[in-house]
DNA sequence: TTTTATTGTCTTAAATTTAGACAATAAATA
DNA sequence: TATTTATTGTCTAAATTTAAGACAATAAAA
């Protein structure tokens, strides 16, 4: 493993693991690198809490490493704490896979003991546009994708429960705060809007009344009409309202 | 310090605090116990996780301690996790105040070292019926009481920080998940009920229609009348329906 | 017996949500 | 060029929910 994290000055056994919402084609995308190792290892982007770092800086940084995205919508929703959380069976696979990384670190050395141990895990869910998100590779991922929420791989840990929880949670939250948006490009239809929100709920919502109740939160500007080419009435571009206003 | 924590096995820089809410009198109450130490310290009932102990299991445990009770309501709300969260400026005015502790220690030893660095807190609240709870104290308090939530102590570091966001998160799940009569004692009259609603939103409720609204969750099951020896008519006694109903 | 305070419940009004309908529009088709 | 088609924006009416008012029933005190 590179930068080898025990000797980083990393709180111990406390991690940050961060499931970022995505949104094309009506589908809710999670973004999931895959690791750079041998057999097919997927584990959401997560990271370590430097001691003199806020564990909300420390989720920006682990999101805007993989996005590019400085300004990110976050939340932190749950802690994962386990006593059997751990990633030793993970590990175990991983090193009979890789036997190489035994020999590098001498075998059983500092950083399979730091990485066994079991973690208290900080899950934080995401919310951003993915048409401004370049997906970026850490050294330690091969390859970086957005899957579809309903066709995930199986990762290492409890990953998959933990996007289970985040989409919960952003279920909850929706309506209370206004952050659907967040996956929406700058501006948009009344139904992308819609659509979005059929997708998260995975359920349909009425034409007339969902435009109606989005209106009335009172956060739009509705910009020109957008001439799109197809056979029927152009449609509304809106915006979200800036914050001044 | 006794039952020195760098000595047992715990997850270092990782601590768990609990809002105990109890409610009596109209008022909303929390159970907080003070410091057996000179000088006025008040601290959340707190603790830490054993290596093999779950987050939960260890904020069960913590309440237990404290309350007596076994089967409790509890909620993780929140991690509170500034890089700046520590309790250095407390221990250094409890050992200015207390210079025995020093000799005891042989001078900043483990113990200081432990306590003063950073902690990422898990924060839990608890709803108990409060005639049930025995406070009882641990040996590092000098007494444990009931403060009304608007007349608490200044407490330690951001403790009561931790109290404001977790009464928030009580405000804001109480009705999804009918947590209210946790607060109550096993039969209350539905003014119980109003008044505790009442008093945790601070704000009045229509008497007929808060009534019809509390009925219609169909979670109570009306029992006889209760004669209060009020001169009125005596209001009924209700009870949580059991589950298997 | 009358009065007083509180409870349980009903009725009505207001507001909100849900469902249905239709004109307006832009391109495709005839 | 006129007509058809698909979709959007908006209006109206019905259904439901919420809020407000009213009053009889009750138990003790006066």
Redesign the pocket.
């Known amino acids: 493993m590179l930068r080898n994290p025990s000797e980083q000055n990393y709180i111990e056994q406390l991690s940050i693991d961060c499931v970022i919402f995505g949104y094309h084609n009506k589908q809710l995308k999670v973004l999931v690198p895959k690791l750079n190792f041998n057999g097919d290892f997927w584990a959401l982007p997560g990271g370590f809490i430097s001691q003199d770092e806020d564990i909300d800086i420390a989720a920006n940084r682990i999101l805007q490493q993989r996005t590019g995205i400085k300004e990110i919508y976050l939340d932190q929703f749950h802690i994962f704490g386990k006593a059997a959380r751990n990633s030793l069976k993970f590990m175990n696979k991983l090193i009979e896979l890789n036997p190489q990384l035994l020999s590098e670190n001498g075998q059983h050395g500092k950083e399979f003991n730091w990485f066994t141990k079991r973690f208290v895990s900080i899950g934080y869910y995401a919310l951003v546009d993915l048409n401004q998100v370049v997906p970026e590779k850490t050294d330690l991922d091969s390859s970086i994708d957005w899957y579809n929420i309903k066709e995930l791989p199986e990762m290492i840990i409890d990953h998959n429960e933990i996007v289970t929880k985040a989409l919960e949670t952003l279920r909850f939250h929706l309506d209370e705060k206004l952050i659907a948006f967040n996956l929406l490009p700058e501006t948009f239809?009344?139904?992308d809007v819609q659509e979005l929100y059929e997708t998260i709920y995975d359920k349909p919502f009425?034409?007339?009344?969902f435009?109606?109740?989005i209106?009335?939160l009172n956060v739009l500007e509705?910009l020109e009409?957008?001439?799109?080419?197809?056979?029927?009435?152009?449609?509304?571009?809106y915006r979200r309202k800036s914050l001044g206003a």
Chains 1, 2 share one sequence.
Do not use: C, I, S, V
């Open positions: 239809t009344m139904k009425a034409r007339n009344n435009q109606k109740k209106l009335d509705r009409k957008k001439f799109t080419g197809a056979a029927n009435k152009a449609p509304y571009l």
